[in-house]
């Protein structure tokens, strides 16, 4: 069963996918010892998050392909979640990400203070 906010369809494994993700970095910023721990880990969830947006545009741009020959695409499938991974944490990794890392890390800093 879906779930639709705004015209954008989640699934009940997406939503247990995110969960877990920010039950992850939670666990990784309680157990943080060093600003620079943190810091990561918050980075770690945005690039999981840019990860996930560019897995939702690929499932989307297949809806709208013609190529109904699966096989065909069979390789490509297979390693295209290590390479949208790789391009996340490049982008938030190099200052290119969405800024979602320092944000959290911000509110985070603001929290323990």
Same mark, same amino acid.
Do not use: H, W
């Given at each position: 069963?879906a779930? =639709?906010?705004?015209?954008?369809?989640?699934?009940?494994? /997406?939503?247990?996918?995110?969960?877990? =993700?920010?039950? %992850?970095v /939670?666990?990784?910023?309680? &157990?943080?010892?060093t600003? !620079? *721990?943190? +810091?990561?880990?918050?980075? &770690?969830?945005?690039a @999981?998050?840019?990860?996930q947006?560019? %897995? #939702?545009? *690929?499932?989307?741009a297949?809806?709208?392909?013609?190529?109904?020959?699966? /096989? =065909?695409? &069979? @390789?490509i *499938?297979?390693? /295209?979640?290590?390479? +949208?991974?790789?391009?996340? #944490?490049?982008?938030? $990794? #190099?200052?290119?990400? +969405?800024?979602?890392? !320092?944000? +959290? $890390?911000?509110?985070? %800093?603001k &929290? #323990?203070?």
């Amino acid at each position: 069963m879906a779930i =639709s906010v705004d015209n954008t369809y989640i699934t009940p494994y /997406s939503t247990d996918a995110v969960d877990f =993700s920010a039950d %992850k970095v /939670s666990a990784q910023i309680q &157990q943080a010892e060093t600003d !620079e *721990e943190t +810091l990561d880990a918050c980075r &770690q969830f945005e690039a @999981y998050m840019i990860q996930q947006m560019y %897995k #939702n545009m *690929e499932r989307t741009a297949k809806v709208f392909s013609d190529d109904d020959d699966d /096989s =065909s695409n &069979q @390789y490509i *499938e297979m390693f /295209s979640d290590t390479y +949208l991974e790789d391009i996340a #944490n490049k982008m938030v $990794y #190099n200052g290119q990400g +969405l800024g979602i890392a !320092e944000q +959290l $890390y911000d509110s985070i %800093k603001k &929290q #323990n203070s």
